[in-house]
């Protein structure tokens, strides 16, 4: 089993950036993929990109491909989402998440963090 704290989350201006971190907890943390999600008021949870259980793959959705990384420390149990040139419709809570492998539905992760608020002011 694996714990998740997400943090990093803030009030940003557009065209600002953010990192955003999950720490892990447990020696299991390089068994699972990871995923970074996202949820805005009144839409579904949406992936925003995922990465491998080693770190040598990712990838991202269309909408954040170019903007935003993935990285992870397997030493020190952390993903990070890294976000350059925000935008307000980047407004949401974002999760991780881990699962046994690379998967874009939400469904296929079982653990989740709590979640960090970024709010992007136009």
């Known amino acids: 089993q694996v714990q998740l704290v997400e943090s990093g989350g803030g009030l940003v201006q557009t065209g600002g950036s953010l990192r955003l971190s999950c720490a892990a907890s447990g020696r299991t943390f390089r068994s699972y993929s990871m995923g970074w999600f996202r949820q805005a008021p009144g839409k579904e949870r949406e992936l925003v990109g995922a990465i491998s259980r080693s770190g040598d793959i990712t990838g991202y959705v269309d909408f954040v491909k170019g903007r935003f990384t993935i990285s992870r420390d397997n030493a020190n149990n952390t993903v990070y989402l890294q976000m350059n040139s925000l935008k307000a419709e980047d407004t949401a809570a974002y999760y991780c998440?881990?699962?046994?492998?690379?998967?874009?539905?939400?469904?296929?992760?079982?653990?989740w963090g709590q979640g960090t608020q970024v709010t992007v002011s136009s």
């Open positions: 998440a881990a699962s046994y492998s690379i998967r874009t539905d939400p469904q296929d992760y079982t653990y």
